[in-house]
């Protein structure tokens, strides 16, 4: 079983809990990353952000060097921006189809998921999920409990398919 993490970070809570997962489960990983990032200045990330969610925008993002449709299961991680996942994810699904995959979902925030997970699910139409689980800010509240729960989750996933 092939196995793939897929993520995009801007501030390293999203990364941090993808790491720890792709390493639990010996996953690949791919970090998407937009040619033109965002400015990490507060207000300006805010607005930039929220302003590129709620317009649905596709921001260019740099080539990667490994196809995700050739893996079985992909565990997916997005930060909530503007109560959706962000932009780069967006150009992510419109570029790359997935189709009969096992997924996982995961979503990083600062006050709740929202309804993130039921947009990235219509996204994901014609895979199983599998999963999906929500973590607060981890990089400033509780980042030892939150990589072991994020582990924890992840090796749940892969021993589900292997029964």
Known sequence: M????VY????????????????????DILELKPVKEITRNNFMKIFSGGKQSMMKAEPE????????????????????WAWTFAP????????????????????????????IFEKMEKKLEGNTILGKIGFKDPLKHEKEKDASEAKKWAREIIDSLSQ
């Open 88 to 115: 780069a994810l967006r150009t992510f699904f419109s570029k790359i189809e997935l189709k009969n995959k096992q997924i996982g979902i995961f979503c990083c925030h600062g006050g709740g998921p929202g309804k």
């Open 61 to 80: 993002i740099q080539p990667f060097d490994l196809d995700p449709s050739s893996y079985d299961t992909i565990i997916i991680g997005t930060p909530v």
């Open 8 to 27: 995009y970070s801007l501030d390293g809570n999203t990364k941090f809990i993808s790491e720890n997962i792709a390493q639990e489960i010996s996953a």
């Open 2 to 5: 092939r196995k793939l993490v």
